[in-house]
């Protein structure tokens, strides 16, 4: 192994495999996801914060004996929390903050036997469907320099395309799990509400919508991590159904013919490019092969309805964590601290009243009521992941009239003006990031799987999203196509050691 070969093209399960039988050490496994971090990340931007140090001497004492022991892992800088390394969702005001204690999923990734090399980049408090913080600049994609990873978890994604690990931690809010996997073209599975911990420090986020998994090459991986993690913790509000057997064991199952209703209308947005038009026509052919039911079936959305739900409770969330931030930290926050559109959103979220907050909870609610009927006919949804190619850095970011717009409106009242910028917002930021938010605001099992590249060679992801609670036949599902058209072997051009 000491000379690279193997660890680009061998999955997390792999190289545990390789670990067992002893034919490599951790600290060699270690040693080699460095030595390709610091090959490519001076271009990538994807990791932000490394504790090689710790992770080699990790590596070289006795690690616990999960099924990932001594395989190299990152963590996405914002809610998993790693005690003493700095945790600052990007944000400057954060940027001197380190947790006293592991949160619960971070803890069940090293009792796997993880080894953590560091903290990859992420839009601020995860914002974003773009990985472009101005704390730490933008991570771009393996694919094309020029053009973004998704977010929010941008930064993991960049570094498994580029097989800097063979998987990462991300979390998904809105598609954060999703849109990335997709712009790099890896596997990205986002489990149902609480299928994993968040505690301590969180009972929930985003009333539910936020869960916690991985960016992975294989699905194999996918699945055996969830095994892993999946359960809940002391004091969790609420659990995800019990599943019947480990996720491992469902990536070689059969699915059996499943019901399968495709759209490639947008969601929450207005135009889908071409190309990923392309991408889900090839996904339903491909699933027609398998031996699957298809049909054009769109669920029932109110479309204005749910994106004006959905930003009035992001607004308020973001509210809450700035003040949350300050008291971390001790001290009131303020503007500087923040980029304008985060601040902005914040501003807001204080101004709006507890019944509009309500009442948007209430709605997301409901569209979970819709979609569940519409399930009762389909076993999965299939969507483009996202309604374009990975666009130009600089593109989904605020523009310069933006930005000054948002410093006019922080000076105003919360009134006509004010919600006339808030109306706007919600429909410009669901153009991109057009068709995960669905699972988030339903709590559904959903999945991004990178079956189509374009002409110029830039990944194209499909969606499928499952039932509540089934993962299961999301897995045997991914197994199947991984099966039938292998992706791991389509790496992107940007080259590391070895």
């Not at 590596?59 to 996405?76: D, E, H, S, T, Y």
């Not at 807001?348 to 569940?372: D, I, M, P």
């Not at 970011?397 to 919600?419: I, T, W, Y």
């Not at 499952?466 to 058209?485: H, I, K, N, V």
Request: a neutral charge; charged letters at 20%.
């Amino acid at each position: 192994m000491a000379n690279l070969r193997e660890y680009p093209s061998t999955d997390a399960l792999g190289l545990a495999d390789l670990v067992r039988k002893r034919q490599v050490t951790p600290l060699e496994l270690v040693d080699s996801a460095i030595a390709r971090i610091e090959a490519s990340n001076p271009r990538l931007n994807a990791v932000v914060h490394t504790v090689y140090d710790r992770a080699r001497r990790q590596a070289a004492a006795a690690l616990p004996p999960g099924p990932f022991r001594g395989v190299p892992f990152l963590l996405k800088d914002l809610l998993a929390l790693d005690a003493g390394v700095p945790a600052t969702g990007s944000c400057r005001f954060l940027s001197a903050w380190v947790p006293p204690h592991d949160s619960e999923l971070v803890r069940r990734f090293k009792a796997a036997g993880l080894v953590i090399l560091g903290k990859t980049n992420t839009p601020e408090m995860g914002i974003l469907p773009t990985t472009e913080p101005d704390f730490r600049g933008p991570t771009r994609n393996p694919w094309d320099l020029a053009r973004t990873t998704g977010g929010s978890s941008g930064g993991s994604a960049a570094a498994v395309a580029a097989r800097m690990a063979p998987m990462a931690h991300g979390n998904d809010g809105g598609g954060s799990i999703r849109i990335p996997a997709s712009c790099c073209g890896i596997f990205g599975m986002k489990p149902t509400r609480a299928r994993n911990p968040m505690g301590p420090y969180l009972g929930e986020a985003w009333h539910g919508m936020v869960v916690e998994h991985a960016l992975t090459v294989s699905v194999r991986d996918s699945a055996a991590l969830l095994d892993a993690t999946a359960g809940p913790d002391p004091g969790a509000p609420y659990m995800a159904p019990p599943r019947e057997r480990p996720y491992l064991e469902e990536v070689g199952r059969e699915p059996g013919r499943l019901r399968i209703g495709f759209t490639t209308r947008s969601l929450f947005g207005e135009t889908v490019h071409p190309d990923c038009v392309a991408a889900v026509a090839d996904a339903a052919r491909l699933c027609e092969k398998l031996g699957h039911s298809v049909e054009d079936a769109e669920p029932p959305l109110d479309r204005a309805t749910l994106r004006k739900a959905f930003v009035v409770l992001l607004a308020a969330e973001i509210a809450a964590e700035i003040a949350q931030a300050g008291a971390l930290l001790g001290r009131r926050p303020t503007a500087g601290g923040f980029e304008p559109g985060t601040w902005f959103l914040g501003q807001v979220g204080r101004k709006l009243t507890a019944a509009e907050l309500a009442l948007a909870v209430r709605q997301l609610q409901q569209a979970g009521r819709r979609l569940a009927s519409w399930f009762e006919e389909h076993d999965a949804l299939l969507t483009p992941t996202v309604a374009t190619p990975p666009p130009r850095l600089g593109e989904l970011g605020p523009k310069r009239s933006d930005l000054l717009a948002l410093a006019v409106f922080r000076a105003l009242p919360f009134g006509p003006a004010l919600r006339k910028a808030l109306d706007r917002l919600a429909e410009d930021a669901f153009e991109f990031a057009a068709f995960t938010e669905i699972a988030n605001i339903t709590g559904q099992p959903a999945m991004s799987v990178p079956l189509h590249w374009n002409a110029e060679g830039l990944p194209i992801g499909v969606q499928f999203v499952g039932r509540f609670g089934d993962e299961a036949t999301l897995f045997r599902l991914a197994g199947q196509l991984e099966r039938e058209r292998p992706w791991a072997s389509r790496s992107p051009p940007v080259p590391a050691a070895g």
